[in-house]
């Protein structure tokens, strides 16, 4: 994989987006089409938006730090690393139906409470069982990615990501809620469905990944490499050498062992070596296979530790009690559950403000304890994704008194994680970008009226593409449906088909953010498992061509019907 590769797609984007902006012409809507000539963007303009992107939507790149510096301090407790092993041995056997559950409930909780930026806080947590049950990281990035947008696909309640499809199409988040689920279910059957094939397809589960996942995070590993060989070698039952050879390879092993640290490991390099060459020469063309596939995961075993110990922590001896992180989890889970269902805005409850209320007013001796304590806070139903530092900060400093962790790890282990967070912060920052040229340099009008034309009547294919390309452009859900549909309704005002609209819409962007390089989630979970754009494209366009048949022929049955 070529370095900073996500970066530098994401500085393709912006500079095509640059030249676009010297090429068409800039057009507005609001009763009518105005076309305001062309409004190149500038040198000057390239320095500063970023800046401004920064002001409008720094909150997610710092979210995404701070995410980084709360698994830098769990780095720091070695309970961390026994609970991520416990539930990796837990569903090793079953590792395809913890996916699934895992997808289920990222994209039922996207649906509902629009959690696709929220629920990143929990990726690092489910990429290092994933990678520790034996899975390649095209596999992480499938359940995370893929479930999140799949929630967005299916938006059921989500507030956030739909409200301003309320305003320009009518109707309330509650219509058609049964066949958003169906086109929820229905993407989510595709995407397990592909995971599956993916899986079975590069045969990733093997007995050598098993053996391999043992020793990831290990301090030894290298200097182990031989005892991996041989456990390898014997559940693969290879081609049986001769005499001579297992002889030799045993009296070079003895002389190996009674070295030093570093002529052991290059002796041992050798016997592998000298092994493998001699079960090539008497071996079928299958044999030969094995062996390239065993020499090269003793290389990843050998490796892991260096290289992806930010994605993985280093494997510990003691088996200290991990309960309290996996409870401090489930807590943060139910906290942000709770914290961005609607309950005012689409159920019409007001529980949760009456609760914030009682809680700001309550007093000792006249003094309003927790209003003073907790000072300005949103009630459950409108939070931020930055409301949830508190409860981040509360679970982690709470596990740092259980543990007994020092202060200058628990201030190491945020700085080291957050460092690791800042390529991902860093590209956000640079497709939030992209949406301040697209916005301050509204070119794209001018591609929608090329695509929609003047028919006065709802076109599934144009409608379609029209809503693909403004996804890609607009970054932000609510942006992507201001750019495009108070133009689309100006030219159909048959009503009646607005639902329709509603529905490809907010499908179109799902599927869009799957692949765009403008999909935050994407590039951010990329960037953070090193995964180029090109090896997720190669993974996915199969799954991609499904599910967009599969949502032009919903289109087609309900303009249909």
Same mark, same amino acid.
């Given at each position: 994989?070529?370095?900073?590769?996500?970066?530098?797609?994401?500085?393709?984007?912006i500079?095509?987006?640059?030249?676009?902006?010297w090429?068409? /012409?800039?057009?507005?809507?609001?009763?009518?089409?105005?076309? @305001?000539?062309r409004? @190149?963007?500038?040198l000057?303009?390239?320095?500063?938006?970023?800046?401004?992107?920064?002001?409008?939507?720094g909150?997610?790149s710092?979210?995404?730090?701070?995410?980084?510096?709360?698994?830098?301090?769990?780095? &720091?407790?070695?309970?961390?690393?026994?609970m991520?092993?416990?539930?990796?041995?837990?569903?090793k056997?079953?590792?395809?139906?913890?996916?699934?559950?895992?997808m289920?409930?990222?994209?039922?909780l996207?649906?509902i409470?629009?959690?696709?930026?929220?629920?990143?806080?929990?990726?690092?947590?489910?990429?290092s069982?994933?990678?520790l049950?034996?899975?390649?990281?095209?596999?992480?990035?499938?359940t995370?990615?893929g479930?999140?947008?799949?929630?967005?696909?299916?938006?059921?309640?989500?507030?956030?990501?739909l409200?301003?499809?309320?305003?320009?199409?009518?109707?309330?988040?509650?219509?058609n809620? /049964?066949?958003?689920?169906?086109i929820?279910?229905?993407?989510l059957?595709?995407?397990?469905?592909?995971?599956i094939?993916?899986i079975?397809r590069?045969?990733?589960?093997?007995?050598?990944?098993?053996?391999?996942n043992?020793?990831?995070?290990?301090?030894?590993?290298e200097?182990?490499?031989?005892?991996?060989?041989?456990?390898?070698?014997?559940?693969?039952? /290879?081609?049986?050498?001769?005499?001579?050879?297992?002889?030799?390879?045993?009296?070079?092993?003895?002389?190996?062992?009674?070295?030093?640290?570093?002529?052991s490991?290059?002796?041992?390099?050798?016997?592998? &070596?000298?092994?493998?060459?001699?079960?090539?020469? &008497?071996?079928?063309?299958?044999?030969n296979? &094995?062996?390239?596939?065993l020499?090269?995961?003793?290389?990843?075993a050998k490796?892991?530790? @260096?290289?992806?110990?930010?994605l993985?922590?280093?494997?510990?001896?003691?088996?200290?009690?991990?309960?309290?992180?996996?409870?401090?989890?489930?807590?943060?889970?139910?906290?942000m559950?709770?914290?961005?269902?609607?309950?005012?805005?689409?159920?019409?409850?007001?529980?949760?403000?009456?609760?914030?209320?009682?809680?700001?007013?309550?007093?000792?001796?006249?003094?309003?304890?927790?209003?003073?304590?907790?000072?300005?806070?949103n009630?459950f139903?409108?939070?931020?994704i930055?409301?949830?530092?508190?409860?981040?900060?509360?679970?982690?400093?709470?596990?740092?008194?259980?543990?007994?962790?020092?202060?200058?790890?628990?201030?190491?282990?945020?700085?080291?994680?957050?460092?690791?967070?800042?390529?991902p912060?860093?590209?956000t920052?640079?497709?939030?970008t992209?949406?301040?040229?697209?916005?301050?340099?509204?070119?794209?009008?001018?591609?929608?009226?090329?695509?929609?034309?003047?028919?006065?009547s709802?076109?599934?294919?144009?409608?379609s593409?029209?809503?693909?390309?403004?996804?890609?452009?607009?970054?932000?859900s609510?942006y992507?449906?201001?750019?495009?549909?108070?133009?689309?309704?100006?030219?159909?005002?048959n009503?009646?088909?607005?639902?329709?609209i509603?529905?490809?819409? @907010?499908?179109?962007?799902?599927?869009?953010?799957?692949?765009?390089?403008?999909?935050?989630?994407l590039?951010?979970?990329?960037?953070y498992?090193?995964?180029?754009?090109?090896?997720?494209?190669?993974?996915?366009?199969?799954?991609?061509?499904e599910?967009?048949?599969?949502?032009?022929?919903?289109?087609t049955?309900?303009?249909?019907?």
């Amino acid at each position: 994989m070529k370095k900073h590769n996500t970066i530098k797609i994401v500085l393709g984007t912006i500079l095509i987006c640059v030249l676009l902006t010297w090429i068409l /012409p800039a057009a507005t809507f609001s009763s009518e089409f105005t076309d @305001q000539g062309r409004i @190149q963007m500038g040198l000057f303009d390239l320095f500063n938006y970023p800046l401004t992107a920064i002001s409008y939507f720094g909150y997610i790149s710092f979210y995404m730090i701070v995410v980084g510096g709360f698994y830098g301090i769990l780095y &720091k407790i070695p309970a961390y690393r026994n609970m991520l092993d416990n539930m990796a041995n837990c569903f090793k056997k079953h590792g395809i139906v913890f996916i699934s559950i895992v997808m289920i409930l990222f994209a039922v909780l996207t649906s509902i409470c629009g959690l696709n930026l929220g629920l990143i806080l929990f990726f690092p947590l489910i990429a290092s069982i994933i990678l520790l049950m034996g899975y390649d990281k095209i596999v992480v990035a499938l359940t995370l990615v893929g479930s999140t947008m799949v929630g967005i696909i299916g938006s059921t309640f989500a507030y956030n990501n739909l409200s301003l499809l309320s305003s320009y199409l009518g109707g309330n988040l509650t219509d058609n809620v /049964p066949l958003k689920f169906a086109i929820l279910i229905t993407c989510l059957f595709l995407l397990i469905l592909n995971t599956i094939l993916y899986i079975k397809r590069k045969n990733i589960i093997t007995k050598q990944a098993v053996i391999i996942n043992e020793v990831v995070g290990n301090k030894d590993a290298e200097s182990n490499s031989d005892n991996i060989v041989e456990k390898v070698e014997k559940i693969e039952k /290879p081609i049986k050498t001769t005499k001579s050879t297992s002889k030799s390879t045993s009296k070079k092993t003895t002389t190996t062992k009674s070295t030093d640290t570093k002529k052991s490991t290059a002796k041992s390099s050798n016997v592998s &070596k000298k092994k493998t060459k001699s079960t090539n020469k &008497k071996s079928t063309s299958k044999s030969n296979n &094995k062996a390239a596939i065993l020499d090269d995961e003793v290389i990843i075993a050998k490796n892991v530790d @260096q290289k992806e110990e930010y994605l993985v922590p280093k494997a510990v001896s003691s088996k200290t009690k991990s309960w309290p992180i996996l409870l401090g989890f489930v807590i943060l889970l139910i906290v942000m559950t709770l914290a961005f269902i609607p309950w005012t805005d689409v159920f019409n409850i007001t529980a949760m403000e009456d609760a914030a209320e009682i809680v700001n007013g309550f007093q000792i001796f006249k003094f309003n304890l927790f209003a003073k304590l907790l000072g300005y806070y949103n009630p459950f139903g409108g939070w931020l994704i930055t409301d949830m530092i508190f409860p981040m900060a509360f679970v982690v400093f709470l596990l740092v008194f259980i543990y007994g962790i020092k202060l200058n790890d628990v201030i190491d282990g945020f700085i080291s994680g957050a460092k690791k967070a800042l390529a991902p912060a860093s590209i956000t920052l640079l497709i939030y970008t992209i949406l301040i040229i697209n916005t301050y340099h509204p070119f794209q009008l001018t591609i929608y009226k090329a695509i929609l034309g003047t028919g006065s009547s709802l076109n599934i294919v144009t409608s379609s593409i029209t809503a693909f390309l403004s996804s890609l452009l607009n970054v932000e859900s609510a942006y992507t449906f201001q750019a495009s549909i108070p133009y689309l309704t100006s030219l159909v005002t048959n009503t009646d088909v607005y639902p329709i609209i509603w529905i490809i819409y @907010q499908a179109m962007y799902g599927f869009t953010m799957i692949f765009a390089p403008t999909s935050v989630v994407l590039m951010s979970v990329l960037s953070y498992l090193g995964v180029s754009y090109k090896e997720w494209m190669k993974a996915i366009w199969k799954f991609l061509i499904e599910l967009l048949v599969v949502l032009l022929i919903i289109f087609t049955i309900l303009i249909l019907l």
